[in-house]
């Protein structure tokens, strides 16, 4: 039976690129932000259910997202209409993953939103990405799209940094080199394969 270790950071820590370390080392990695887009795609299973509770927001290419974003952000009843059709769909995916590698030693769920979901239930662990907050600020205001407002705005709906550090069985520190990072993962991941029993 496989380990399950959740592998979290708030927006802009480098959650995917340590999640994308630890694929290169041979772990099997489920991405949740990945099966929502590819649920929501062209053809994707969930885009009749979002189409017929949002009107008008997707359409060959999947869903609209900023056209989505606008009805659900800064909308708690919609957020929470629009999950309950999202999550199941994730949970179900993600059921199947485990169900595919549980004769692995060791798979990572990467779970955005882990803490503020409480998703640590039936984890054996929790790995946290962190950076300093300036690198973190740094990086999201760089992305398309994004502002300040905005940042702020996410930021205030997820579990803050601190608390998370506080709560992780690991941590992997993305404020320095990549190649540190790196070096980072793969002591972790022996690490994990000790445990694990390997």
Same mark, same amino acid.
């Given at each position: 039976?496989?380990?399950?270790?959740?592998?979290?950071?708030?927006?802009?820590?480098?959650?995917?690129?340590?999640?994308?370390?630890?694929?290169?080392?041979? +772990?099997?990695?489920?991405?949740?932000?990945?099966?929502?887009?590819? !649920?929501?795609?062209?053809?994707?299973? !969930?885009?009749?259910?979002?189409?017929?509770?949002?009107?008008?927001?997707?359409?060959?290419?999947?869903?609209?997202?900023?056209?989505?974003?606008?009805?659900?952000?800064?909308?708690?009843?919609?957020?929470?209409?629009?999950?309950?059709? +999202?999550?199941?769909?994730?949970?179900?995916?993600?059921?199947?993953?485990?169900?595919?590698?549980?004769?692995?030693? !060791?798979?990572?769920?990467?779970?955005?939103?882990?803490?503020?979901?409480?998703?640590?239930?039936?984890?054996?662990?929790?790995?946290?990405?962190?950076?300093?907050?300036?690198?973190?600020?740094?990086?999201?205001?760089?992305?398309?799209?994004?502002?300040?407002?905005?940042?702020?705005?996410?930021?205030?709906?997820?579990?803050?940094?601190?608390?998370?550090?506080?709560?992780?069985?690991?941590?992997?520190?993305?404020?320095?080199?990549?190649?540190?990072?790196?070096?980072?993962?793969?002591? !972790?991941?022996?690490?994990?394969?000790?445990?694990?029993?390997?």
């Amino acid at each position: 039976m496989a380990k399950i270790w959740g592998l979290t950071g708030s927006i802009g820590m480098g959650k995917s690129a340590v999640a994308a370390m630890l694929r290169r080392e041979g +772990v099997p990695v489920f991405d949740a932000d990945a099966e929502v887009h590819r !649920l929501q795609g062209p053809d994707g299973a !969930l885009l009749p259910a979002i189409e017929a509770r949002f009107p008008g927001t997707t359409g060959p290419r999947g869903v609209d997202r900023p056209k989505l974003g606008a009805a659900v952000f800064g909308h708690p009843q919609e957020l929470k209409a629009l999950e309950a059709i +999202v999550h199941p769909a994730v949970q179900k995916s993600r059921s199947d993953f485990l169900r595919r590698h549980r004769a692995r030693r !060791l798979v990572v769920l990467d779970i955005p939103l882990l803490f503020e979901t409480r998703g640590r239930t039936k984890l054996d662990g929790v790995i946290v990405v962190s950076a300093p907050a300036w690198k973190q600020r740094a990086r999201v205001l760089a992305r398309r799209g994004m502002t300040p407002a905005k940042f702020h705005q996410i930021r205030h709906l997820q579990t803050p940094d601190a608390e998370k550090r506080r709560r992780a069985d690991f941590i992997v520190e993305t404020g320095t080199t990549f190649d540190r990072t790196r070096a980072q993962v793969r002591r !972790l991941v022996a690490c994990l394969h000790a445990k694990a029993g390997r």
